[in-house]
């Protein structure tokens, strides 16, 4: 039971462990945050402006504005839809994640560079957290002890394995390629409009993306379909739109698995909590992780420091229910989205022409800036209702 001593120690260094570290740092607890570093999770990189406003990061930090989403169908039918008033943010996560860990030390946790291995409890039900340093032989482990431990260490997380080894994750594999970007704009490609491909060939279950960061470019695909050829895919894409290595140089090729599910408890109900993608908090449809993951780890602290504050860890299920009454419903309607609309190109079709509806475009995005269900005026809901419903029954052709 020898080693340093921590109120919490954090697993993982993204911006849900990050996040956790610095506001459990800045509540007067200590922190270990550790992180395996030298990785960069694969990601589009958007990030809403609410972002910014609900986690006080400075807009300098931010690489691109786009102002255009772009989706386009399987028979190449595309759509435009203006953000309107705001943007669409990109970061280059191993700039971003950097300073958000920079950030937690500032705040007060200690930093260490090392893997996770394993945790054990003690009599007095606190945690023994093992795990080995960066550069470090097999054989050489440290030992810390903890009050408690936050696994934010990512969808296949080892926090999470031990923890909670009931609940097996399902998972998206996504991969992308970080290019330079075309010096100027070209027919497939503008420096300030996202791209968004809804077709079988570049995901059979997900879709595929081009998003512009400035200098640099992510393009990308997902899908929960191991066998699929998502380098051939992207060889395929790049391709058609004229962005091959004489035109976007590659500069690195990243791939990982994100949760396509949120985890059905957060906790072990003593002193194991997740956050991130350890929980499963990506939007399903969008994929997107990097806001609902700053969110999830703000929540887990507060549950946490609340646990420590009371010396109860009943308090750490809070975590969970705080996230979901702000996101739940959210969640659930991008679930029934993803589950219909993504399941065969026929759909998909459909999909995008219900895109081109000006009500569907504007509540997309003022909730996207958001990051809440847009509470609209009665004739807007019921317009896409009626849409929806007729594109469903095949009354409206795509």
């Known amino acids: 039971m020898s080693g340093p001593r921590y109120d919490v120690v954090v697993v993982g260094g993204g911006p849900a462990g990050a996040t956790a570290a610095q506001e459990l740092a800045q509540a007067g607890r200590s922190v270990l945050l550790l992180d395996r570093g030298g990785r960069v999770k694969p990601c589009g990189g ?25 989706i386009l169908s399987p028979t190449g039918t ?77 969808a296949t997380s080892k926090v999470a394995r031990q923890a909670l080894p009931e609940e097996k994750g399902s998972y998206v594999y996504a991969y992308h390629e970080i290019v330079e970007s075309p010096s100027e704009p070209t027919e497939h490609f503008d420096p300030v409009r996202a791209d968004v491909y809804y077709e079988g060939e570049l995901s059979p279950d997900f879709y595929s993306w081009v998003f512009p960061h400035g200098e640099t470019t992510s393009i990308g695909t997902g899908t929960a379909h191991r066998g699929f050829g998502m380098p051939e895919a992207m060889d395929a894409l790049r391709a058609r739109l004229g962005l091959g290595e004489d035109v976007a140089p590659t500069i690195r090729k990243e791939g990982a698995p994100i949760p396509l599910s949120q985890r059905s408890r957060w906790d072990d109900g003593t002193a194991v909590i997740l956050a991130g993608d350890a929980a499963g908090v990506v939007a399903p449809s969008s994929g997107e992780g990097i806001f609902y993951a700053m969110t999830s780890g703000r929540r887990v602290a507060e549950a946490v420091d609340r646990c420590l504050a009371t010396g109860s860890p009943k308090h750490l299920k809070s975590a969970r229910r705080r996230f979901n009454r702000e996101h739940g ?32 475009q504007r509540l997309t995005f003022e909730g996207y800036k958001r990051k809440k269900l847009v509470k609209a005026d009665p004739l807007a809901h019921a317009r896409i209702f009626l849409k929806n419903v007729g594109h469903l029954t095949g009354l409206v052709r795509a």
Not at 46 to 70: G, K
Not at 335 to 345: E, H, I, K, L, P
Not at 346 to 354: H, K, L, M, N
């Open 78 to 154: 595309h759509v435009d839809i203006p953000v309107g008033d705001g943007y669409v943010g990109m970061v280059d996560r191993e700039h971003f994640d950097e300073w958000l860990r920079e950030r937690a030390v500032t705040a007060g946790a200690e930093r260490a560079a090392g893997t996770f291995t394993d945790f054990t409890r003690g009599p007095d039900g606190g945690l023994t957290v093992r795990y080995r340093p960066s550069g470090a032989s097999a054989e050489t482990v440290v030992s810390v002890r903890a009050r408690y431990l936050v696994g934010a260490d990512g």
């Open 329 to 360: 419903m959210v969640f659930f309607v991008l679930g029934v989205m993803q589950r219909f609309w993504y399941a065969d190109d026929g759909r998909r079709e459909r999909f995008v022409a219900i895109c081109a509806d000006p009500d569907v």
């Open 46 to 70: 958007a990030v809403p402006p609410q972002l910014l406003i609900d986690f006080d990061v400075p807009e300098s930090l931010l690489v691109n504005r786009v102002d255009t989403a772009r």
